[in-house]
């Protein structure tokens, strides 16, 4: 049942957030930063003491992507940076024309869809990895083409990563010890949430399968939390298992010559921020006091 003492969703995102002319992409206002400043610390706060730290910018490599398998999985969310191409004479006359747009070309910039895919080049670039792994903690700006726009699934959305690359057992133990983590975490915060089993929205009829697989190996988990209902909780933090997917294709080793695996643990801020005022409500003051304390709000 939904806490009927708070307001809905519809009501929050109104107070929160601002169009911002496309659906799924919105302004920000001040007490919804203060929220999403206050997870950030918090996120910083738990993460292990020898991770390494990188904040990335909302574009990245094209061919980094490609050669990631991106397009292979979800091209349909993939976005592409295209600019206006030649010399002056040329633009003059595409942006004259009533359609300029067709005389965009693709550039080699995509937009980011994961913070934690420009991290295995990366570290790929600078050799083999300590055994008992190496860790990051990430973030980025990303983009994802999404068709529908309910509450909490916006097109531009800030992420937030700790990657482990190491031997399976550092990886899994990583993921282990985040999952218990990520609960205490939201103990703490007073939100209602479920550890599930998950998939990725991989394209097409074979990504059907995929996602089977994926479920069938235990190789995802969500964090689930009431934001739109209590039915149908949304997915606010998930912790993946990759095994040696991006070793492979990287070439990530650890020092004892084997390929790596990798595992990541992501936090969507916007959706953790909404869940935050869709559980406690709008007026902070009334928020429970340890959940006002760990945010310093
Ligand atoms: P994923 O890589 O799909 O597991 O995404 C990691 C986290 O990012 C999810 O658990 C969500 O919290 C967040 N996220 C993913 N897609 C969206 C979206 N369209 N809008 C807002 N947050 C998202
Ligand atoms: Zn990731």
Not at 49 to 73: D, H
Not at 105 to 112: F, H, S
Not at 150 to 165: D, T
Not at 199 to 215: E, N, T
């Amino acid at each position: 049942m939904r806490d009927t003492s708070q307001p809905r969703i519809d009501t929050i995102i109104n107070a929160l957030l601002a169009p911002a002319g496309a659906p799924g992409v919105y302004a920000r206002t001040e007490l919804f930063e203060r929220a999403i400043e206050g997870l950030m610390q918090m996120i910083t706060r738990n993460r292990e003491p020898a991770a390494e730290v990188f904040t990335f910018p909302p574009v990245m490599s094209r061919g980094l992507l490609e050669t990631a398998g991106y397009l292979k999985s979800f091209p349909h969310l993939l976005g592409c940076v295209s600019c206006l191409r030649g010399d002056e004479g040329s633009i003059r006359k595409a942006v004259e024309k009533e359609d300029w747009v067709e005389g965009l070309g693709a550039t080699d910039l995509v937009l980011t869809p994961a913070a934690c895919y420009p991290i295995y080049p990366l570290v790929a670039a600078r050799g083999a990895v300590a055994n008992d792994g190496q860790t990051f903690d990430v973030s980025s700006y990303c983009f994802r083409r999404e068709t529908t726009h309910e509450a909490g699934r916006l097109q531009s959305f800030r992420m937030r990563e700790n990657v482990c690359v190491g031997t399976p057992q550092a990886a899994l133990s990583f993921r282990d010890r985040w999952i218990a983590r990520a609960e205490t975490i939201a103990k703490q915060l007073g939100l209602r949430y479920q550890i599930a089993p998950a998939s990725d929205p991989f394209f097409g009829r074979v990504g059907k399968m995929m996602a089977l697989s994926q479920v069938e190996q235990a190789l995802k988990f969500e964090m689930l939390i009431p934001v739109r209902s209590e039915e149908e909780p949304t997915a606010c933090m998930s912790f993946n298992y990759h095994q040696n997917h991006f070793s492979e294709i990287w070439n990530l080793r650890t020092k004892d010559g084997n390929l790596a695996h990798t595992t990541c643990v992501a936090f969507g801020l916007e959706r953790l921020a909404l869940a935050l005022f869709a559980t406690h409500g709008l007026d902070v003051p009334r928020w429970p006091s340890a959940a006002r304390q760990i945010l310093a709000m």
